[in-house]
Nanobody
Framework: QVQLVESGGGLVQAGGSLRLSCAASGNIFSNNRMGWYRQAPGKERELVAIITSGGSTNYADSVKGRFTISRDSGKNTVYLQMSSLKPEDTAVYYC?????????????WGQGTQVTISS
């Protein structure tokens, strides 16, 4: 099992910044992928950004150039620095950890943290 604890959400005005953190503990594979997803009211959960244990990153087109994902592998912590925030970024943000094994991946989720951007 993997436990994920998120922090850093809140209310901020459009154009502002927020930094989300996610601390992971438990049985984390050396080959893993961590990331952030979000879900706005009435919408499906969508990928925001991911980072592999090797440091490769991938971003949703809607956040490229505004959000930066990083990780501190020694602390099993992943961060999401969000800048130039827009009202459409309002959502519950979920931390994800995927343990990667050939032919068998297991996903773990945090409880979510609310991010609200006012116009």
């Amino acid at each position: 099992q993997v436990q994920l604890v998120e922090s850093g959400g809140g209310l901020v005005q459009a154009g502002g910044s927020l930094r989300l953190s996610c601390a992971a503990s438990g049985n984390i594979f050396s080959n893993n992928r961590m990331g952030w997803y979000r879900q706005a009211p009435g919408k499906e959960r969508e990928l925001v950004a991911i980072i592999t244990s090797g440091g490769s990153t991938n971003y949703a087109d809607s956040v490229k150039g505004r959000f930066t994902i990083s990780r501190d592998s020694g602390k099993n912590t992943v961060y999401l620095q969000m800048s130039s925030l827009k009202p459409e970024d309002t959502a519950v943000y979920y931390c994800n950890c995927r343990n990667v094994r050939a032919g068998y991946n297991v996903d773990y989720w945090g409880q979510g943290t609310q991010v609200t951007i006012s116009s």
